[in-house]
């Protein structure tokens, strides 16, 4: 009788538990949310295309890349940050350019020299294209250096970072070359 | 288990629930002022913060804001009213600037910002400050933008205008 009593008063508190469940549930998801929606495209969407010419006359097509693992690198000669991980993004194209990744700089420099002797200096070993507010706002709004993005084999944008990110940057990148 | 205590399980439940929460909130809080290590270039009574300046941009009497970085991030969005005056990381940049502020009374009140990169990373904010101090201007603020413009200033939902 008592058991029964119990059960019944447990009964009736489980609708509450999952209403109290149904409203914590976005407030703990809450801090995810805000990280992988702050600024820029979104994730999960594609990459927007553009046609530009790289440092070396070369043309780049974004769409072109379709079946790579491009890593889009915003960047400027002036912003010490971007020059510090830029090493690493070298040594990354050597290590996994035969696995389909490829590295895309773009110079959000006001002009071309001195993009071009950086990028000498640092004997980058993929193509720099010079970006400008258009290409920033197609991205969402580059308003801070650096800011990079991993777009998967589809062309869908798998991360956006802010800032430097290597070590989150690098596992993102194994992620997605051993999940194809 | 007795109707009182699943009372204190929920209680102790909401409890947890709460705390964990407040320390969500907290974690997304931004810096919200000056970092208590402050670069001796630019003292803190020197330093404005976003918000402040909002207000000031208000009132008819709006100061002089100068924005010392990128062009091309200013292209990209700027402080409604501010001019580009050229990255003063650069000698071209400081002779802008030097330029722009000439034959102004130097009790001016001119706000300076960049926001291409962290402050404390930042190669222009702290010369243009320096530059317009060695200049005699005795009434210098320096926004300041923690991480960066787009961060502290447009995601905060702070007015900007694009174009150059």
Redesign the interface.
Known sequence: MERTA?SR??AS?LPLSRL?LLL?AP??H??LV?QTS??GVGVGHSAPNFSRVDLTHRKIVLSSYRGKIVLLNFW?T????CLTEMPTFVEWQKEYGSRNFQVIGIS???AAPEVIATVSRLKLNYPVLM???YL??DYG?????PVTFLIDRDGKIQARY??TSLTRIHSDIQNLLQSH | MNIRNLRISFAVSLLVICAAYGMCVQAQQPAAGPPVQTDASIPPQAMLQPAELVQMLKPSAKPLVLQTGSHVLYAEAHIPGSEYAGPAGTSAGIEALRARVTGLNKDTLIVIYCGCCPWSRCPNIKPAYQQLRSLGFTNVKALYLADNFGTDWVEKGYPVVKGR
């Not at chain 1, 002036?78 to 940050?81: D, L, S």
């Not at chain 1, 709004?141 to 250096?145: A, F, I, P, R, S």
Request: with cysteine.
């Open positions: 119990r008063t447990v508190l109290l914590i407030i703990i809450l801090p805000a702050t600024g400027a002036w912003c010490e940050p959000m420099d006001d970006g400008d507010e920033g706002a709004g580059v308003l801070g250096l802010q800032g």
